[in-house]
Nanobody
Framework: QVQLEESGGGLVQAGGSLRLSCAAS????????MAWFRQAPGKEREFVGT????????YYADDVKGRFTISRDNAKNTVYLQMNTLKPEDTAVYYC???????????????????WGQGTQVTVSS
Protein backbone atom coordinates (compact mmCIF):
# COMPACT_ATOMS: atom_id res chain seq x y z
CA GLN A 1 0.00 0.00 0.00
CA VAL A 2 1.39 3.36 -1.00
CA GLN A 3 1.88 6.05 1.61
CA LEU A 4 1.24 9.66 0.60
CA GLU A 5 2.30 12.68 2.63
CA GLU A 6 1.44 16.26 1.71
CA SER A 7 3.38 19.30 2.83
CA GLY A 8 3.65 22.98 2.03
CA GLY A 9 0.30 24.27 3.21
CA GLY A 10 -0.08 27.42 5.22
CA LEU A 11 -1.55 30.89 5.44
CA VAL A 12 -1.15 33.24 2.50
CA GLN A 13 -2.70 36.52 1.43
CA ALA A 14 -4.98 36.72 -1.57
CA GLY A 15 -2.93 37.03 -4.73
CA GLY A 16 -0.06 35.09 -3.24
CA SER A 17 1.40 31.70 -4.11
CA LEU A 18 2.06 28.38 -2.44
CA ARG A 19 3.58 25.13 -3.62
CA LEU A 20 2.33 21.89 -2.16
CA SER A 21 4.30 18.68 -2.30
CA CYS A 22 3.17 15.09 -1.99
CA ALA A 23 5.79 12.45 -1.30
CA ALA A 24 4.91 8.85 -2.13
CA SER A 25 6.37 5.58 -0.98
CA UNK A 26 5.49 1.92 -1.36
CA UNK A 27 4.55 1.21 -4.94
CA UNK A 28 6.05 2.12 -8.27
CA UNK A 29 5.23 5.79 -8.30
CA UNK A 30 5.95 6.32 -11.98
CA UNK A 31 3.29 3.80 -13.01
CA UNK A 32 0.39 5.79 -11.60
CA UNK A 33 -1.43 8.99 -12.40
CA MET A 34 -1.73 11.36 -9.47
CA ALA A 35 -4.31 13.94 -8.55
CA TRP A 36 -5.04 16.75 -6.15
CA PHE A 37 -8.40 17.25 -4.49
CA ARG A 38 -9.54 19.79 -1.91
CA GLN A 39 -12.23 20.11 0.69
CA ALA A 40 -13.44 23.47 1.94
CA PRO A 41 -15.28 23.80 5.26
CA GLY A 42 -18.85 22.57 4.95
CA LYS A 43 -18.36 21.39 1.38
CA GLU A 44 -17.79 18.13 -0.43
CA ARG A 45 -14.29 17.19 -1.50
CA GLU A 46 -13.70 18.34 -5.06
CA PHE A 47 -11.29 17.60 -7.86
CA VAL A 48 -8.49 20.10 -8.49
CA GLY A 49 -6.31 18.49 -11.14
CA THR A 50 -4.51 15.39 -12.30
CA UNK A 51 -1.26 14.45 -14.00
CA UNK A 52 -0.43 11.32 -15.96
CA UNK A 53 2.29 8.95 -14.91
CA UNK A 54 4.97 10.52 -17.08
CA UNK A 55 4.07 14.11 -16.30
CA UNK A 56 3.27 14.86 -19.94
CA UNK A 57 -0.45 15.47 -19.57
CA UNK A 58 -2.45 17.44 -17.03
CA TYR A 59 -6.10 18.27 -16.57
CA TYR A 60 -7.62 20.87 -14.25
CA ALA A 61 -10.92 21.92 -12.79
CA ASP A 62 -12.23 25.07 -14.43
CA ASP A 63 -11.91 27.25 -11.34
CA VAL A 64 -8.16 26.63 -10.99
CA LYS A 65 -7.21 26.45 -14.65
CA GLY A 66 -4.55 29.00 -15.48
CA ARG A 67 -3.68 29.55 -11.81
CA PHE A 68 -2.64 26.09 -10.61
CA THR A 69 -0.03 23.79 -12.12
CA ILE A 70 0.60 20.16 -11.31
CA SER A 71 4.00 18.61 -11.94
CA ARG A 72 5.86 15.54 -10.79
CA ASP A 73 9.38 14.28 -10.29
CA ASN A 74 9.36 10.52 -10.62
CA ALA A 75 12.97 10.29 -9.48
CA LYS A 76 11.88 11.79 -6.16
CA ASN A 77 8.49 10.04 -6.00
CA THR A 78 6.90 13.45 -5.54
CA VAL A 79 4.03 15.35 -7.11
CA TYR A 80 3.61 19.10 -6.76
CA LEU A 81 0.79 21.61 -6.89
CA GLN A 82 1.91 25.14 -7.67
CA MET A 83 -0.85 27.56 -6.74
CA ASN A 84 -0.66 31.14 -7.97
CA THR A 85 -3.01 34.11 -7.70
CA LEU A 86 -4.70 32.49 -4.73
CA LYS A 87 -8.20 33.55 -3.75
CA PRO A 88 -10.02 33.25 -0.41
CA GLU A 89 -12.26 30.64 -2.02
CA ASP A 90 -9.19 28.42 -2.50
CA THR A 91 -9.11 27.94 1.27
CA ALA A 92 -9.40 24.20 1.89
CA VAL A 93 -7.62 21.08 2.97
CA TYR A 94 -5.69 19.81 -0.03
CA TYR A 95 -5.23 16.10 -0.61
CA CYS A 96 -3.08 14.20 -3.05
CA UNK A 97 -4.28 10.87 -4.35
CA UNK A 98 -2.97 8.02 -6.46
CA UNK A 99 -4.98 6.28 -9.17
CA UNK A 100 -6.26 2.84 -8.26
CA UNK A 101 -4.86 1.37 -11.44
CA UNK A 102 -1.50 1.85 -13.14
CA UNK A 103 -0.99 2.91 -16.76
CA UNK A 104 -4.11 5.01 -17.12
CA UNK A 105 -4.83 8.71 -16.76
CA UNK A 106 -7.46 11.38 -17.08
CA UNK A 107 -9.57 10.31 -14.13
CA UNK A 108 -11.18 12.94 -11.94
CA UNK A 109 -13.62 11.19 -9.65
CA UNK A 110 -12.71 10.23 -6.08
CA UNK A 111 -13.71 6.62 -6.65
CA UNK A 112 -10.91 6.26 -9.20
CA UNK A 113 -8.23 7.02 -6.62
CA UNK A 114 -7.38 4.40 -4.03
CA UNK A 115 -4.65 5.98 -1.93
CA TRP A 116 -4.91 9.34 -0.19
CA GLY A 117 -2.73 11.53 1.93
CA GLN A 118 -3.80 13.08 5.21
CA GLY A 119 -4.18 16.51 3.68
CA THR A 120 -2.57 19.89 4.21
CA GLN A 121 -4.43 23.07 5.13
CA VAL A 122 -4.29 26.06 2.82
CA THR A 123 -5.80 29.28 4.11
CA VAL A 124 -6.05 32.35 1.90
CA SER A 125 -6.82 35.61 3.67
CA SER A 126 -8.54 38.50 1.95
Amino acid sequence: QVQLEESGGGLVQAGGSLRLSCAASGRTFSSYAMAWFRQAPGKEREFVGTIDRRGSSTYYADDVKGRFTISRDNAKNTVYLQMNTLKPEDTAVYYCAQDRQPFRSGRFQEIDFGSWGQGTQVTVSS
